[in-house]
């Protein structure tokens, strides 16, 4: 019973953490262009086609 008392804060804690680097993502504009990165994993700039 001790081990709960001490677990139910951690993880609230953590949870909290958790929630922060997300807006703090959001708000830092790691989300912008999510297609973009996706796409350019696809190109080939090292050999030119034409």
Request: net charge negative; no cysteine; charged share 20%.
């Given at each position: 019973?001790?081990?709960v008392l001490w677990l139910i804060p951690i993880a609230f804690l953590i949870?909290?953490?958790g929630l922060y680097a997300f807006?703090?993502?959001?708000k830092t504009g790691q989300f912008e262009d999510p297609e973009?990165?996706?796409e350019r994993i696809l190109k080939n700039d090292?050999?030119?086609?034409g």
């Amino acid at each position: 019973m001790t081990a709960v008392l001490w677990l139910i804060p951690i993880a609230f804690l953590i949870g909290l953490a958790g929630l922060y680097a997300f807006f703090w993502s959001v708000k830092t504009g790691q989300f912008e262009d999510p297609e973009g990165d996706a796409e350019r994993i696809l190109k080939n700039d090292d050999y030119p086609l034409g």
